[in-house]
């Protein structure tokens, strides 16, 4: 765990202890319960609200819209006990940030906000906050997922929990479409997915789940339940109750609706509907699961189908298999149909299954069957956006702005109102005490009821169905062990908290005395040791001569085993020549060529690339092996890092024509020789930050490239850079300098390589990362 993060932590509990104080107690001594709209799917996890008296018509700028926010985005609110919170930005270029937003539900008055920047990225056109928050119904506490990848908590007063980055710490990748969907909360765990490339077993990239500890952010258990991704999947997880155990299901990257044991990560099966991801949630119905998408089927060459999947099982059919989850087959689809959507997730009100579709229809179908009962064009397409039932009506949001409200019937849907809003719908309405919450992309509106039923308070659960079941609990079968994931600096030491499970997952007891060991799966490359070891206490401690390594140890209790996971990275200065790496693991596609793994511990090295000698020199070599891994964006150090900087040798093979990118990562900016435009590059996303100067590169050449980042009190700050050919003098002045007025204030040294259509290589060598001087 990072030191940022514990003082995160150990600030937050005197925060919430302070409002457990002022807040006061229920005789059975718990705070006053949340209640309101605490997931983007509603209480029932399905676009299904219980609140009666909602409007049947709504005029934007008429009576029943008391207010509304000038906020760009593009998901869904949240509402907790009379305060909204939303994703949203705000700015442009360079200073465009990502928000997070709280305002007084029924007034619209600002309470606060928080900005992000974006970095490292990929998104372009403004695709920012393309997800929801989600809400704690026990504390009120606030998580979501930034574009950029930061994972955080928030108290309901703007305080922050604690922050995680998926990419420095996970290796999440990034894509142009910027789309994070909306976290999930299990009891005590906090729950996303995305698609990383870590290190270690979890190096390929896989659409991944990840559990934290919602209380101090750290990793419970990840799972790894599909194949290769071929989409970043938004689909939000739904929980339920399969016999005694808590699971969840969820479309992922890879075309799969998968099935996860929800307390462990542990995938338990998979059936495979689309070549492409799926994007819209899916929903529950009786004893199947219904998910949508838009791809090409994997029996067919059509595009688009829905389906249903029996998820008809007992425990011990689908138990967690070391050899991966049960994969379905044909037998187990219930009915088909083949309607598409890209985005929008279905609403499932009794019976009835309610679906947009890509090209702008609203479709009612029978969900014991799929037939279609009745369909209505409501837009020319529509994207992202999801209906919402509530009090016998659908509310229905369009990609294209306008905003129906219609009633439904077993053969048609009589439309009530149909109302133009202010910029593009992309997320559901939310709702709360006979109010209605529709953001866009230029502004949040707020409708409501002339008279709200005197139940609209009482009517949202604060919590979903599926944790009304009270499990039996079994006898002992495991360990869990917390964090099941670490990143240390040498001289830091990490305490561990470890719980027997039963075979469900479910907690028995607190597991005390461990004994630890090293673990070296049977399946690994490399037998790899974390230098770290264990004291009385069951503290894992790395020394201040700790080297950079990565490891995992296992802790056991009588017969109860549970494993962890860690790395070790320098403290500054770093430097990495390669010269003690062996190189002679032979190549497979480069005949006579000998190869090293890169460092086990830098995130999203393997596979990218490898060690090789080159005129008598052992240097680090961008692959070319597979189209898939083109580019490298590899970090070496912790997100906590600032104030560095970064130097290294680079080099590009090609010819006068086209050559390959080569860098470096300073502060979650990248610094680059862009051979073919022979220019030297800082960027930290191409729409936001791109600055360069002209360069000469020549292929075949060494370049000495130096950066540095400076962040004055205000915020701003300036980047700066300078190259020149390996063994000539160093320039005196900066080749470019970049102002941004809202700095990256820390971030992860890193490497970068960029071998477009993997043509020609690229090389790093003596890498160093030392504290800035003066």
Not at 229 to 245: A, E, K, R, Y
Request: negative net charge; contains cysteine; hydrophobic residues 35%.
């Amino acid at each position: 765990m990072h030191n940022n993060r514990k003082k995160l932590i150990h600030a937050s509990i005197h925060v919430a202890f302070a409002a457990i104080l002022l807040l006061g107690f229920h005789a059975d001594g718990c705070a006053e319960p949340v209640k309101g709209w605490l997931n983007w799917r509603g209480p029932h996890q399905n676009g299904v609200c219980d609140e009666l008296g909602l409007p049947g018509q709504v005029t934007p700028g008429g009576e029943n819209n008391p207010w509304t926010y000038p906020l760009h985005g593009r998901g869904t609110p949240v509402i907790a006990n009379g305060r909204l919170f939303t994703l949203g930005y705000r700015g442009d270029g360079p200073d465009l940030q990502e928000l997070i937003v709280c305002l007084d539900a029924e007034s619209g008055k600002l309470l606060w906000e928080q900005g992000f920047n974006d970095f490292l990225s990929d998104i372009v056109y403004n695709r920012y906050s393309i997800g929801s928050p989600a809400v704690d119904p026990v504390t009120g506490n606030i998580f979501f997922l930034t574009a950029a990848g930061l994972f955080m908590g928030f108290t309901p007063e703007g305080t922050m929990l604690w922050q995680v980055s998926m990419m420095e710490e996970f290796g999440r990748l990034t894509f142009p479409n910027g789309r994070t969907g909306s976290p999930v909360i299990d009891g005590d765990h906090v729950i996303i997915h995305s698609i990383t490339s870590n290190w270690g077993a979890d190096g390929p990239g896989r659409d991944r789940y990840y559990a934290f500890d919602k209380n101090t952010g750290e990793l419970v258990w990840s799972s790894t339940p599909g194949g290769p991704p071929q989409d970043s999947s938004f689909s939000t997880p739904v929980l339920s109750w399969l016999g005694n155990m808590h699971v969840l299901y969820a479309g992922t990257g890879c075309g799969n609706i998968v099935c996860v044991n929800a307390r462990t990560g542990d995938p338990l099966w998979r059936f495979q509907v689309s070549r492409v991801g799926i994007n819209a949630s899916v929903v529950l119905h009786k004893d199947k699961v219904i998910a949508i998408h838009d791809g090409e089927n994997i029996d067919s060459s059509e595009t688009g189908r829905i389906v249903a999947v029996s998820t008809k099982f007992s425990p011990a059919e689908i138990s967690a298999n070391p050899t991966g989850p049960k994969v379905l087959g044909a037998t187990s689809e219930v009915w088909r149909n083949n309607l598409a959507a890209v985005t929008s997730s279905p609403v499932l009100h009794e019976d009835r299954l309610y679906q947009m579709v890509n090209t702008g229809e609203l479709y009612c179908l029978d969900a014991n069957n799929g037939k279609i009962l009745w369909s209505k064009k409501l837009g020319p397409d529509q994207l992202h956006a999801s209906p919402l039932y509530a009090d016998g009506k659908l509310y229905v949001p369009l990609n294209n702005g306008t905003f129906h409200i219609l009633k439904p019937g077993d053969t048609e849907a009589q439309e009530l109102c149909q109302v133009q809003l202010e910029g593009n719908c992309l997320g559901a309405p939310a709702v709360w005490q006979g109010r209605m919450y529709v953001l866009t992309t230029e502004k949040l509106y707020c409708f409501s009821s002339k008279q709200p039923s005197e139940t609209s308070a009482e009517a949202i659960q604060s919590t979903p169905q599926a944790e009304a079941f009270h499990p039996q609990i079994g006898s002992p079968a495991r360990l869990q062990i917390v964090p099941s994931e670490v990143l240390m600096k040498p001289g830091q030491k990490v305490q561990f908290k470890a719980s027997v499970l039963d075979e469900n997952g479910n907690p028995v007891s607190k597991a005390q005395g461990l004994k630890w060991a090293p673990f070296v799966p049977a399946t690994a490359k490399v037998k790899a040791f974390m230098d770290a070891h264990f004291d009385e206490a069951g503290e894992l401690i790395a020394e201040p001569a700790a080297k950079m390594s990565a490891g995992a140890f296992q802790g056991q209790a009588g017969e109860l085993k549970g494993l962890i996971r860690g790395r070790i990275l320098e403290n500054l200065p770093i430097h990495e020549d390669f010269e003690k790496f062996k190189v002679e693991i032979p190549h497979e596609i480069d005949t006579g060529v000998q190869f090293a793994y890169p460092p086990l511990p830098w995130i999203g090295a393997r596979f990218k690339w490898e060690v090789r000698e080159l005129e008598g020199q052992k240097v680090l070599a961008k692959t070319l092996d597979n189209n898939l891994f083109q580019r490298a964006i590899t970090f070496i150090g912790d997100p906590d890092s600032k104030d560095y900087t970064v130097e290294a040798d680079v080099m590009t093979d090609g010819n006068r024509r086209n050559m390959s990118i080569v860098g470096v990562i300073n502060q979650r900016y990248f610094i680059t020789l862009v051979g073919n435009w022979q220019q030297i590059e800082v960027s930290s996303n191409h729409d936001r930050i791109k600055v360069g100067v002209p360069f000469k590169i020549k292929p075949k050449t060494w370049y000495r490239l130096k950066s540095r980042v400076d962040v004055a009190e205000d915020g701003s700050g300036i980047v700066r850079a300078k190259a020149w050919e390996r063994g000539q003098a160093e320039p005196e002045t900066w080749t470019i300098e970049v102002p941004h007025a809202h700095a990256h204030k820390n971030g992860a040294p890193g490497l970068y390589g960029f071998s477009l259509q993997s043509l020609f290589r690229v090389y790093i060598d003596n890498v160093d990362v030392t504290p800035n001087r003066g």
